[in-house]
């Protein structure tokens, strides 16, 4: 007897419902003739987006909720984000930390992400929130899988023993080296800054995710340096590039011989569309620079793309709810990807694309993969982005760990009540 059966599935870039098998928490062949055996739980799908588990690549984990505190981003810049919460780390605690994930963790299993990358700010000789996030790792290990990159957010040459808090926070147990080169004081510090992360990972055997070059001058072009280091260490397929920015300033000459490197160094890049967004172009007039890495370019080279959250409520963006698909939402438009195979492209860039990234095993739909789905409560990749579809069904390793019941909305027209479903009316 199967544990669960889902039938009349949909699944990325199929038009022809499908059914999943699921016993001990993996997915197994189904033969033909099999759906008419016994299952403990059986699922009709009724012909909506059946997907893996959405994957957060990049998001900081230990500054959600904080909006506000100490007090308002009113310029709404990047800049005066790192300013507050400068001010707002001085008042962290563990207990502080812990209560605000928890809370946004159930946010992300609600919108059916069960694998997440978050960067903790290492920048505090007590490492506080590193801590924190280490005990919320174990505790909600069963519900959502994390992995925690040393971020040092005030720099690594430029911030006072900046070299051994990041070593320190590898040995108490992150999982990720992370860097912010041009954050640094001068060019040369964060040329140092990505050599020692892309160093520091090789000799700990971790992985690399940076902040990189996340600002509209053109001059910051620390990408190549980290391109450089990641070949020259063979840490190819192990370092991911976040933001990457400027890129979207670079003259096109360089920005085709820089994603030829990139490529070449097997690096992983995420973008984080909601932050940066409302965060680059501040100091352009007219036209104002949409201040974004080159996605589609990349994507077209071959290039491991995903994309991120980023922030939730905290001094950078004071929006959000833990919502991949709202960044996708949003990347839709501002990265002008609305073709028909860009907007599926979409779903990817939020599930298997993260997952690469991530470097997880045992991901996918395939048998032999860990039953770990999300049911949208639409029938494509097309309506799920544009409805920002609500999540049905959340499933970790085999069990339904959320559910939602989408509001029925109805009218009133010429007398008479009418429901409405924001679905196109079929014909005949």
């Known amino acids: 007897m199967l544990d669960l059966l889902i039938t009349n599935a949909r699944l990325p870039r199929s038009t022809s419902p499908t059914s999943l098998a699921i016993e001990a928490g993996r997915i197994v062949p189904l033969p033909a003739g099999r759906e008419a055996l016994d299952a403990r739980e059986r699922i009709d799908a009724a012909g909506k987006l059946l997907t893996p588990a959405l994957v957060?690549?990049?998001i900081h984990l230990d500054a959600v909720l904080t909006v506000g505190q100490p007090r308002h981003n009113l310029s709404g810049s990047l800049f005066e984000g790192i300013a507050i919460w400068g001010e707002r780390v001085k008042?962290?605690?563990a207990d502080d930390v812990r209560r605000r994930v928890a809370q946004v963790l159930r946010w992300q299993v609600a919108n059916g992400v069960l694998f997440v990358r978050s960067h903790v700010d290492?920048?505090?000789?007590?490492?506080t929130a590193l801590r924190a996030l280490l005990d919320v790792k174990r505790e909600f290990a069963d519900r959502i899988?994390?992995?925690l990159v040393a971020f040092p957010q005030q720099g690594i040459q430029s911030f006072p023993n900046g070299e051994a808090l990041m070593r320190q926070a590898v040995e108490l147990g992150a999982d990720v080296v992370g860097a912010i080169p041009h954050f640094e004081l001068t060019r040369e510090y964060g040329e140092q800054s990505v050599k020692f992360a892309v160093g520091l990972a090789q000799e700990?055997?971790?992985?690399?995710?940076?902040?990189?070059?996340?600002t509209d001058d053109e001059h910051s072009r620390f990408l190549e340096v980290l391109a450089a280091e990641t070949i020259r260490l063979n840490m190819q397929g192990r370092?991911?590039?976040s933001h990457t920015t400027a890129m979207h300033s670079y003259n096109n000459a360089y920005a085709g011989r820089l994603i030829v490197n990139v490529r070449r160094a097997g690096l992983h890049m995420v973008t984080n569309p909601l932050d940066n967004a409302v965060l680059q172009g501040r100091f352009d007039h007219y036209p104002i620079r949409r201040g974004h890495t080159r996605i589609k370019e990349l994507l077209a080279a071959g290039v491991n793309v995903c994309l991120g959250h980023d922030s939730v409520m905290d001094p950078w963006y004071p929006l959000g709810k833990a919502d991949p698909l709202q960044a996708a939402f949003v990347l839709a438009h501002y990265g002008q990807m609305s073709g028909y195979e860009e907007i599926r492209t979409l779903i990817d860039m939020i599930t298997v694309n993260g997952a690469k990234t991530l470097g997880l095993t045992d991901y996918g739909l395939e048998p032999g993969c860990r039953a770990d789905l999300v049911l949208f409560d639409a029938p494509s990749e097309g309506d799920a982005v544009r409805l920002i579809a609500p999540r049905r069904l959340v499933i970790r390793a085999?069990?339904?760990?959320?559910?939602?019941?989408?509001?029925?909305?109805?009218v009133t027209w010429q007398?008479?009540?009418?429901p409405v479903d924001y679905m196109p009316a079929r014909s005949g």
């Open 145 to 147: 899988t994390l992995q």
């Open 415 to 418: 007398g008479k009540e009418e």
């Open 56 to 58: 957060e690549p990049h």
């Open 122 to 127: 290492v920048c505090d000789p007590r490492l």
């Open 204 to 214: 700990f055997n971790r992985q690399v995710d940076i902040h990189c070059d996340e």
């Open 239 to 241: 370092v991911t590039a």
């Open 91 to 93: 008042d962290l605690d």
């Open 398 to 410: 085999g069990t339904v760990v959320a559910r939602t019941e989408p509001a029925r909305q109805v």
